[in-house]
Protein backbone atom coordinates (compact mmCIF):
# COMPACT_ATOMS: atom_id res chain seq x y z
CA UNK A 1 0.00 0.00 0.00
CA UNK A 2 1.32 3.46 -1.11
CA UNK A 3 2.60 5.87 1.74
CA UNK A 4 3.89 9.40 0.87
CA UNK A 5 7.55 10.02 2.74
CA UNK A 6 6.77 11.98 5.87
CA UNK A 7 9.64 14.40 4.43
CA UNK A 8 7.28 15.03 1.53
CA UNK A 9 4.21 15.27 3.40
CA UNK A 10 6.02 17.71 5.65
CA UNK A 11 7.16 19.96 3.02
CA UNK A 12 4.48 19.99 0.35
CA UNK A 13 0.11 20.43 -0.59
CA UNK A 14 -1.78 17.94 -2.35
CA UNK A 15 -2.72 19.08 -5.81
CA UNK A 16 -4.32 16.21 -6.96
CA UNK A 17 -3.67 12.33 -8.14
CA UNK A 18 -3.03 10.75 -11.48
CA UNK A 19 -3.38 7.44 -12.23
CA UNK A 20 0.16 6.93 -11.72
CA UNK A 21 1.42 9.83 -9.42
CA UNK A 22 0.66 11.87 -6.70
CA UNK A 23 0.91 15.52 -7.48
CA UNK A 24 2.39 17.90 -4.91
CA UNK A 25 2.95 21.73 -4.36
CA UNK A 26 6.08 22.17 -2.89
CA UNK A 27 5.43 24.71 0.07
CA UNK A 28 7.86 27.51 -1.30
CA UNK A 29 6.40 30.00 -2.90
CA UNK A 30 10.04 31.82 -3.90
CA UNK A 31 9.78 28.98 -6.80
CA UNK A 32 6.88 27.33 -8.54
CA UNK A 33 7.34 23.82 -7.84
CA UNK A 34 5.46 20.68 -8.50
CA UNK A 35 6.71 16.99 -7.18
CA UNK A 36 5.31 13.74 -8.71
CA UNK A 37 5.25 10.72 -6.50
CA UNK A 38 4.95 7.80 -8.33
CA UNK A 39 2.07 6.00 -6.20
CA UNK A 40 4.06 2.85 -5.91
CA UNK A 41 5.70 1.16 -3.12
CA UNK A 42 9.10 0.62 -2.66
CA UNK A 43 10.52 2.68 -5.65
CA UNK A 44 13.71 4.53 -5.26
CA UNK A 45 14.70 4.98 -8.89
CA UNK A 46 12.77 5.71 -12.42
CA UNK A 47 14.29 2.27 -13.79
CA UNK A 48 12.56 0.02 -10.90
CA UNK A 49 9.38 1.00 -12.06
CA UNK A 50 7.91 -1.54 -14.89
CA UNK A 51 8.12 -0.55 -18.22
CA UNK A 52 4.09 0.73 -18.76
CA UNK A 53 4.67 3.29 -15.63
CA UNK A 54 8.17 4.13 -16.96
CA UNK A 55 5.83 5.13 -20.26
CA UNK A 56 2.87 6.86 -17.67
CA UNK A 57 5.35 9.03 -15.57
CA UNK A 58 7.22 10.78 -18.51
CA UNK A 59 3.77 11.44 -19.63
CA UNK A 60 2.67 12.59 -16.44
CA UNK A 61 6.15 14.61 -16.14
CA UNK A 62 5.27 16.36 -19.85
CA UNK A 63 2.14 17.47 -18.35
CA UNK A 64 3.30 18.75 -15.45
CA UNK A 65 6.30 20.30 -16.71
CA UNK A 66 3.91 21.75 -19.88
CA UNK A 67 0.86 23.14 -17.24
CA UNK A 68 3.63 24.79 -14.96
CA UNK A 69 5.28 26.41 -17.70
CA UNK A 70 2.13 27.67 -19.19
CA UNK A 71 1.08 28.89 -15.98
CA UNK A 72 4.49 30.68 -15.23
CA UNK A 73 5.68 31.95 -18.22
CA UNK A 74 9.16 30.50 -16.92
CA UNK A 75 12.55 31.02 -18.08
CA UNK A 76 13.40 27.63 -17.85
CA UNK A 77 11.87 24.17 -16.61
CA UNK A 78 14.33 22.29 -14.18
CA UNK A 79 13.65 18.84 -13.53
CA UNK A 80 15.04 16.18 -11.10
CA UNK A 81 14.97 13.16 -10.09
CA UNK A 82 17.87 13.17 -6.91
CA UNK A 83 16.05 11.48 -3.95
CA UNK A 84 19.61 11.69 -1.66
CA UNK A 85 17.86 12.91 1.55
CA UNK A 86 14.13 10.78 0.23
CA UNK A 87 14.49 7.79 -1.22
CA UNK A 88 11.26 7.32 -2.05
CA UNK A 89 10.97 7.65 -6.05
CA UNK A 90 10.13 12.05 -6.07
CA UNK A 91 10.14 13.62 -9.98
CA UNK A 92 10.99 17.70 -9.08
CA UNK A 93 9.85 20.28 -11.87
CA UNK A 94 10.57 23.98 -10.80
CA UNK A 95 9.63 27.07 -12.76
CA UNK A 96 12.57 29.38 -12.86
CA UNK A 97 13.71 32.91 -13.54
CA UNK A 98 16.75 34.49 -14.35
CA UNK A 99 15.41 37.08 -11.34
CA UNK A 100 14.82 33.99 -9.27
CA UNK A 101 17.14 34.10 -5.87
CA UNK A 102 19.05 30.78 -6.82
CA UNK A 103 19.61 31.58 -10.26
CA UNK A 104 21.34 29.71 -12.38
CA UNK A 105 22.40 28.05 -9.31
CA UNK A 106 20.46 25.13 -7.97
CA UNK A 107 16.75 25.88 -5.44
CA UNK A 108 18.45 22.90 -2.90
CA UNK A 109 19.94 25.63 0.15
CA UNK A 110 19.25 29.25 -0.75
CA UNK A 111 17.51 31.02 1.91
CA UNK A 112 14.71 29.34 4.14
CA UNK A 113 11.06 28.50 2.52
CA UNK A 114 8.62 31.00 2.28
CA UNK A 115 5.26 28.90 2.95
CA UNK A 116 2.47 29.72 0.61
CA UNK A 117 -0.67 31.14 2.39
CA UNK A 118 -3.95 29.43 2.14
CA UNK A 119 -5.00 31.61 -1.01
CA UNK A 120 -2.00 31.82 -2.85
CA UNK A 121 -1.74 28.21 -2.37
CA UNK A 122 -5.20 27.16 -3.92
CA UNK A 123 -4.81 29.69 -6.49
CA UNK A 124 -1.37 28.74 -8.32
CA UNK A 125 -3.00 24.78 -7.56
CA UNK A 126 -6.36 26.10 -9.70
CA UNK A 127 -4.41 27.44 -12.27
CA UNK A 128 -1.83 24.34 -12.56
CA UNK A 129 -4.64 22.32 -12.45
CA UNK A 130 -6.50 24.22 -15.40
CA UNK A 131 -3.63 23.87 -17.66
CA UNK A 132 -3.16 20.19 -16.65
CA UNK A 133 -6.26 19.26 -18.36
Not at 49 to 64: F, H, K, V, Y
Not at 114 to 121: F, G, I, V
Request: charged share 25%; hydrophobic share 45%.
Amino acid sequence: MFELHPRLAADTLEIARWDLCDLRLMNDARYPWIILVPTRDNIREIHHLGEADQITLWDDIRRATKALETTTSAHKMNIGALGNLVPQLHIHIIARFESDAAWPGPVWGVGEALPYDKESAKKRIAEFLQCAT
